[in-house]
């Protein structure tokens, strides 16, 4: 692995580069990107594609990615345009593309105005509150982690994000006259660490969840684009979102192992199930 930076007057992007260079590989480049998470969280399913160039970065503001233009607030449709000027710079282009959560958002913006960048792209799990039926309630639900997060810290934030992810179904009356998640259930300390500027949970990343896919544009892309859903995530939030984004492009969502994060190891928090997903992405990615 090699660790590069791209200098823009806006950020200086740090990437990373695994595998073989792109010119001693048989297949496209696979870019890996995800929002609020950075290359490191990659690390384990690139180890799954030694015959590829596989390339991770982190987005501006986050990890090694120092930002120039002043700002703390996280924008897809400017992440897009981040990713555009990296594959660019590489000059590998049009590569494959696994996107996960806000990252997927970001992807989606990416080929909307940008489609000749990426062949295919697999956006698993784009968080796009907007489409949902009950999207209003969803919003409110969202918005009451970042409330907890300014009130209590990092803990009684987490303990939202929780209980706002794992909540089946629609965000009814009763999701809202729970009281409010205790960290406590979830192994966490109770005090306030003094933090507010955590990029999940602050609120910073709010265009992320409002955004809303351009859907003529994404359908007059060459791009391939497939929506990726976890089978452990039937009825929550990312999994309801998944299927209408799905929707709205007139698919269906393709199923992979595990949950969210499925593809994550065991240095993650919440590992998932990293091999079968690998295995799961190759199939996808190799069927075109």
Do not use: C
Not at 69 to 79: A, C, H, K, M
Not at 89 to 104: I, K, N
Not at 115 to 135: F, M, N, Q, S
Not at 175 to 196: I, K, N, V
């Amino acid at each position: 692995m090699s660790e590069h930076t791209l200098e823009t007057p806006e950020v200086d992007l740090v990437y990373d580069v695994l595998g073989p260079a792109p010119a001693d590989s048989a297949h496209r480049p696979l870019l890996m990107i995800g929002q609020p998470m950075t290359a490191s969280g990659f690390y384990t399913l690139a180890s799954y594609f030694p015959e590829r160039t596989v390339i991770t970065y982190d987005p501006r503001g986050l990890g090694r990615s120092v930002r120039k233009d002043g700002r703390t607030d996280n924008s897809p449709t400017v992440q897009a345009e981040d990713v555009h000027a990296l594959i660019t710079a590489l000059g590998v282009g049009p590569v494959d593309m696994f996107a996960s959560s806000g990252g997927a958002v970001t992807a989606l913006a990416l080929v909307a105005a940008h489609p000749d960048d990426v062949a295919t792209l697999v956006a698993h799990e784009p968080p796009i509150i907007p489409l949902l039926p009950d999207a209003e309630a969803a919003q409110r639900a969202n918005a009451l982690v970042g409330e907890a997060y300014r009130a209590k810290g990092s803990f009684a934030g987490m303990a939202a994000f929780i209980g706002l992810t794992s909540w089946r179904g629609e965000f009814t009356d009763a999701y809202f006259a729970q009281p409010p998640a205790d960290p406590a259930m979830f192994g966490m300390p109770s005090e306030d660490d003094g933090t507010r500027d955590d990029p999940l949970l602050s609120g910073s990343s709010a265009a992320v969840t409002a955004y809303t896919p351009d859907a003529a544009a994404l359908r007059a892309a060459s791009t391939r684009v497939l929506i990726g859903v976890g089978e452990e995530s039937e009825g929550v939030l990312t999994g309801r979102t998944a299927e209408a984004t799905a929707a709205l492009l007139g698919s269906t969502p393709v199923v992979f192992p595990s949950h969210h994060g499925g593809f994550t190891g065991p240095d993650s928090g919440y590992p998932g199930q990293p091999e079968p997903f690998a295995a799961k992405l190759r199939e996808v990615l190799d069927g075109q």
